[in-house]
T-cell receptor
Framework: GAGVSQTPSNKVTEKGKYVELRCDPISGHTALYWYRQSLGQGPEFLIY????????DSGLPNDRFFAVRPEGSVSTLKIQRTERGDSAVYLCASSLTGQLNTEAFFGQGTRLTVV | GQQLNQSPQSMFIQEGEDVSMNCTSS?????WLWYKQDPGEGPVLLIA?????ELTSNGRLTAQFGITRKDSFLNISASIPSDVGIYFC???????????FGQGTRLTINP
């Protein structure tokens, strides 16, 4: 596709359930990022992939959060035992090489609501 | 961790007015970026700044990378209705890929 695609666009889940959020980056982009945006706040970094490997996962809040990118393209953010505080918009972004001065393009986000 | 303080939090202006917003940090950044976010969408890059003192324009938008590398501002001239949205500054420290975002400036324009 032309841009970064995220699915689903909205997800409502019950507290304690497991969720998976998907990101399809722009074709050919080797770098992929996940950010989380709470209401009224700026995005907060979660994890950065260069190819298949997580080059920086310092933003993952705890071990309930995990992300994979097994073939260096599509990525899945996985949240176990969801809590109400996990409710936010989860944004994915990709960039051509991950080199400095190659900026990333963002998807439209997945709005996660934990009830 | 690094934090960016963005101000003002919100602005209510008349169409045609100029707008100015800024970001400050206690940390040094090697890159400053300005994004616009519309409801239900992801942030869209407006301007990227890579050198201290750099002044860059993109149409009616002008942004500067502060000399101290701890601040940046964005100006919008002659605002129009489509400028409505939330503007975010973001910074990146040397050697890192991740961005640190400000809290955003919500711009509302009265026609």
């Amino acid at each position: 596709g032309a841009g970064v695609s995220q699915t689903p666009s909205n997800k409502v889940t019950e507290k304690g359930k497991y969720v998976e959020l998907r990101c399809d980056p722009i074709s050919g982009h080797t770098a992929l990022y996940w950010y989380r945006q709470s209401l009224g706040q700026g995005p907060e970094f979660l994890i950065y992939f260069q190819g298949t490997g997580a080059a920086d996962d310092s933003g993952l809040p705890n071990d309930r959060f995990f992300a994979v990118r097994p073939e260096g393209s599509v990525s899945t953010l996985k949240i176990q035992r969801t809590e109400r505080g996990d409710s936010a918009v989860y944004l994915c972004a990709s960039s051509l090489t991950g080199q400095l001065n190659t900026e990333a393009f963002f998807g439209q986000g997945t709005r996660l609501t934990v009830v | 961790g690094q934090q960016l303080n963005q101000s003002p939090q919100s602005m209510f202006i008349q169409e045609g007015e100029d707008v100015s917003m800024n970001c400050t940090s206690s940390s040094i950044f090697n890159t400053w970026l300005w994004y616009k976010q519309d409801p239900g969408e992801g942030p869209v890059l407006l301007i990227a700044l890579y050198k201290a003192g750099e002044l860059t324009s993109n149409g009616r938008l002008t942004a500067q990378f502060g000399i101290t590398r701890k601040d940046s501002f964005l100006n919008i001239s002659a605002s129009i209705p489509s400028d409505v949205g939330i503007y975010f500054c973001a910074g990146r420290i040397q050697g890192a890929q991740k961005l640190v975002f400000g809290q955003g400036t919500r711009l509302t324009i009265n026609p």
